[in-house]
């Protein structure tokens, strides 16, 4: 069964605070995704990779910064939390191929910066 | 640009009933287009997709959806709802002459089933 699971499901930090949100996957899959989902604004795309060490910018990557030093590990880091990053951070996979792939997501981490 | 849109935050329908669940996208290719399910504290699930060939896909839990090319719509449907349909519905969409692997999505639209 295909799995995508990340390090937690709420967390709590302080304005300023560097926080790690981790995400694995199981399915020797090549692409990996940080989204971030608002009420009203659906999923915008803060970053991806296609590759170990690889990274590009999605929509929204200010603030943000990754990490793929294995193949089913993909981290989102914010350098300096600020409450507007409050928010749910979801983390998906998907094969390489010719983009029809779907993705599977992992079941998010709930942010609230104070 | 490459959009979508969903263009009802809520969608009411009693139980029994059908229920569609509207999606159109503007992209300059050709689409790929997907539809997701999210229920309550959970990521989202795929629910069916679009690459080619017929119009209707059929997808999980008995939903399906029909491709309009003229009309640049994917809605969703599903002849007999249940309460458990009751979720946040995303519609994405990605142009295959697109050279990232970017899908654009919708905002969703709240599914409410009524008994």
């Known amino acids: 069964d295909v799995k995508v699971t990340q390090s937690s499901r709420y967390l709590v930090k302080r304005t300023g605070e560097k926080v790690f949100l981790e995400c694995v996957q199981d399915?020797?899959?090549?692409?990996m995704f940080w989204y971030r989902q608002d009420p009203g604004l659906g999923l915008r795309l803060i970053y991806f990779?296609?590759?170990?060490?690889?990274?590009e910018k999605g929509d929204i990557p200010e603030g943000y910064s990754v990490s793929r030093e294995k193949k089913e590990r993909f981290s989102l880091i914010l350098e300096s939390a600020s409450t507007n990053q409050t928010s749910m951070y979801l983390c998906a996979s998907s094969l390489l191929g010719t983009g029809s792939y779907e993705q599977y997501f992992g079941p998010g981490t709930r942010l609230t910066v104070t | 640009a490459q959009s979508v849109a969903q263009p009802e935050d809520q969608v009411n329908v009693a139980e029994g009933n059908p229920l569609t669940v509207k999606c159109t996208y503007s992209?300059?290719?050709?689409?790929?287009l997907f539809w997701y399910v999210q229920y309550p504290n959970r990521g989202l699930q795929f629910l069916l997709k679009?690459?080619?060939?017929d119009n209707l896909v059929k997808g999980s839990y008995g939903f399906e959806a029909e491709f309009n090319k003229s009309q640049t719509s994917f809605h969703l449907k599903k002849p007999s709802a249940l309460v458990s349909d009751s979720a946040l519905y995303f519609c994405?969409?990605?142009?295959?002459?697109?050279?990232?692997?970017?899908?654009?999505w919708g905002a969703g639209t709240k599914l409410i089933i009524k008994p």
């Open positions: 992209v300059s290719g050709n689409p790929y």
């Open positions: 679009y690459i080619t060939g």
């Open positions: 399915m020797d899959h090549e692409n």
């Open positions: 990779s296609y590759d170990v060490k690889m990274k």
């Open positions: 994405a969409v990605r142009d295959i002459t697109d050279s990232n692997y970017q899908l654009i």
